[in-house]
Structure formats: C-alpha cells, structure tokens
C-alpha cells in the first residue's frame, strides 16, 4: 500500500428533510447565491420550492441559471460565471444531477479567473480561489456531490473533458433519497453502471496490499448489484435509493483510490469522446465500453484482478484464473443487459466513421489507462469491438 493523504471536507447531509439545513450552511460562507439546475425536473419533485423557501426564510438573496443539460455545455459555465460577476455571488448551490453540479463547479472555478472556463478543461489554467459550493443532489451516479471533479462539453469542439481540484469538492451535499425516487428506469440504469464503472476504474490499477480498499470496492459493487434491480422495479424503495446514492458518493470521493499510485480511466477517457459527438448519456456509453475495455486489458498478468471480482463479487467458484476473468466480464455484461442498458455502440445508433478522430482525441495529452498503457490504436481497436 502506498503512503497517501485522504481529506473529503465535503459535509454530506443525508436523509429525508435534510435540504431544511441548507440555510444554515450556505450562511456560514456567503450570503448571495447563485441557484442552479437543470431541465426542470427539480420543480416536478418539489424541491425549488423547498429550496427557495430555505433561502427566504434565511434572509438569503439568490439569482438564477436554469436549463443546464445533461453533458453540461461551456456556453452554459460562461453564462453563470457571468451572472455571477454582474451579481456579486458569493456561493453557488447546485440542485440536481452531476450535470448540474458539474457546471456549477465550473462556474465556481472561473468566476475569479481572468480568462475562458474553457481553459479549465483544457489544462491551461489551475483552480485558484474558486466560489464555495454546496449541493442537494437528485440522482445517484457521478458522485460529483463529494468530490472536486467535474465534465465540461463543448459543442464547438465536439470536445469533453475534465477538470479537478480539491478546492473544489461542495462545501456540503444534502443526499435525501426521496429526491432520487422520480429518476425513471434509464437513468436509474445508467447511474447504476457509473458507479460499477467508477469502482472499476480504481480496483482494475495497478497497485498491491490494498486489500481493504478492494473490500470496500467489492462491497460497494455488490450494492449495486442487489439495488440497481429493486431501485427499477420499486422506484420508491427507500431502502434501495438510500444505498445506491451513497454507493455513488463513496465510489468516487477517493476512497478507493487511496494507497494506489492511480486508477485505471481509459474507459472513461473513450466513453467522453463518444459523448461528446453523439450526446449519449454517460451511463449508458460505459455499459458499452467498460466489458469491452475488460476484455480487450484480460492478459495472464491482468487475470488474477478480473478472477478476484469474479470471485468476490458474483460467486464464481472457477479455480482457474483466466477462465474465472472470462466468466466475471461475462457477468458484468449479463447485469448490464438485465439493467437494459445497451450493449454496442450500434444499439445506439452510433457509426464507427468518427473513430479515427475519436481515438486521437481521447489520447490528446498522450496515452491513457494504467492497467494497460493505450495508444490511439487501442482505443480505436476498443471502438471497433463496442460497435
Ligand atoms: O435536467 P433535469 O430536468 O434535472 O433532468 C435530469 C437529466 O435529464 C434527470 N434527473 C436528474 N435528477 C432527477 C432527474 N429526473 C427525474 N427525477 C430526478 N430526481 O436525469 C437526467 C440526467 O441528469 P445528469 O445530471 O446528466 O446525470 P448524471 O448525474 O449521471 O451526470 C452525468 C454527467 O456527469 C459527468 C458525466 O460525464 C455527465 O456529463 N460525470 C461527472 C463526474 C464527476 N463530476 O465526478 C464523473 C463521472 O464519471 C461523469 O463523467
Ligand atoms: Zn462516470
């Protein structure tokens, strides 16, 4: 295990009514605050009107940038960093998805920058004094509510891409499960694999006696197992929702990566790229590309990680290591099947006449992936498999 520093400053509030705290929170680091949110979903489950109401009844001004989509777009990011600027916001909560959270980040980061949020994304500028955010988050998938990442699109560019900084990581989050009971089938769905795939990322590294950080990686693909289905059929299954959203909050908030040098991200890198031409939704590109990256990494040396998740996480008794691999990428193929997300790229609709480009992008700051090192010709060849 190697040495390492773990911090989360992230106050999570978790549980039903918790968004009644809010007030309280965001006055301990401004006064001023800029709302956000997506498409409208949050004014169907009545939580705007919960939210609004805490900010009156706190005395606390707020301004609004609504409408960010689902691949949070840079042209959104500009317009509430200038809200923000013509307002004087000193705090930005974001309500809803990892979309929403992800822009507000964005935001937060460029507000005191002297240049375009674009250059966040691209690796030209750090983040230096960025706005406090908190958040109340309404799906359970990124984990963007406990960590400093977040995915920025640009439709000019047909560019997806990430950016992180601890300054970054919410100020607190409020996870209510009861918020996430209105998310339909597919992005129940979807959020479900983006755990799955966030867990894989760190657990298929590089990296030896790290046996507790497996345990807790195993663990929480295990809940995703056994409440992705419930959370499809009973939508209202507390229980269920509870589990699943802070699975999401505890995949991806460093937890697993501790005592490893890094995780894996190949399959993300690719799956931004096929994002970011053909709009699909983050979930559903993983489920694709994550058995075909399994089996495309599967060696004699990969094998025994591949065998350990077969064997801890879906009771395969095969003694042997490659063929228990084998049997436990064919595992993670059938859950994401029984979840109806789709298994190829062409069960999207999506053609194989960009990949030379989207090869060449996903390696834009030079090979990906730590399991495997890959090169533009790997992923075009993962491409190529997933259609
Ligand atoms: O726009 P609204 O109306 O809110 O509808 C959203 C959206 O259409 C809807 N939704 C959200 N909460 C709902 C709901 N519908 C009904 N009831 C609710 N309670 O769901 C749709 C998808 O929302 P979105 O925020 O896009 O989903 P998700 O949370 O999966 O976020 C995906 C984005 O996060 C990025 C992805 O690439 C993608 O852009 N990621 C961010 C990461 C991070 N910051 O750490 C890591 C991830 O790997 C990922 O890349
Ligand atoms: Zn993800």
């Known amino acids: 295990m ?10 999570i509030l978790f ?17 001023r605050v ?17 939210v609004v109401n805490q900010l009156k009844e706190n005395g606390i001004s ?18 509430g960093v200038e809200i923000c600027r013509e307002n004087a916001i000193d705090f930005i909560l974001a309500i809803g998805g990892g979309s929403v959270i992800d822009a507000s980040k964005a935001i937060a980061a460029a507000v005191n920058y002297d240049g375009d949020a674009w250059d966040f994304p691209m690796q030209k500028a750090k983040v230096k004094d960025p706005l406090p955010l908190g958040t109340v988050l309404t799906l359970a998938a990124t984990g963007s509510e406990m960590n400093g990442n977040a995915v920025i699109s640009n439709e000019e560019t047909q560019e997806k891409r990430g950016m992180a900084s601890n300054a970054l990581r919410p100020k607190f989050s409020v996870l209510d499960p009861t918020y996430t009971f209105s998310v339909n089938k597919y992005h129940t769905a979807a959020g479900t694999v983006d755990i799955m795939s966030h867990i894989f990322e760190n657990y298929f590294a590089p990296g030896n006696g790290t046996f507790v950080q497996d345990a807790i990686a195993e663990s929480i693909m295990k ?8 959370a499809l059929e009973e939508p209202e299954n507390y229980e269920a929702r509870a589990n699943l959203l802070w699975a999401g909050s505890l ?45 495309y990494v599967l060696t004699e040396k990969t094998a025994p990680k591949f065998a350990q998740m077969a064997r801890n996480v879906w009771n395969i008794e095969e003694p ?28 999207v609709d999506i053609p194989g006449d960009h990949f030379d480009a989207m090869a060449e992008k996903a390696c834009y700051f030079g090979k990906i992936g730590s399991f ?3 090169d533009p010709k790997d992923v075009y060849a993962i491409l190529d498999k997933a259609l």
């Not at 190697?2 to 106050?11: A, D, G, L, R």
């Not at 707020?62 to 317009?79: A, H, Q, Y």
């Open 251 to 295: 995949a991806l908030n460093g937890l697993t990566l501790t005592g490893k040098m890094m995780g894996d991200w190949a399959t993300h890198g690719i799956e931004h790229e096929v994002s970011a031409i053909y709009d699909l939704t983050h979930g559903a590109g993983l489920a694709i590309i994550h058995p075909v990256w399994m089996q």
């Open 62 to 79: 707020f301004f609004e940038l609504s409408g960010i989509k689902p691949n949070p777009r840079v042209t959104s990011v500009r317009d």
């Open 372 to 374: 495997k090192r890959l």
């Open 320 to 347: 042997e290591d490659m063929k228990a691999a084998e049997d436990g990428i064919k595992a993670v193929r059938a859950f994401f099947n029984s979840l109806e997300m789709p298994a190829r790229l062409s069960d």
């Open 34 to 50: 800029l709302l956000t949110y997506g498409g409208g979903s949050v004014k169907k489950i009545g939580l705007y009107d919960q």
């Open 2 to 11: 190697q040495n390492f520093n773990f911090h989360v400053p992230t106050k």
């Open 15 to 31: 549980g039903r009514e918790k968004v009644n705290e809010i007030g309280k929170e965001i006055k301990k680091y401004g006064s």
């Open 223 to 230: 809940t995703c197992l056994k409440y992705g289905p419930i």
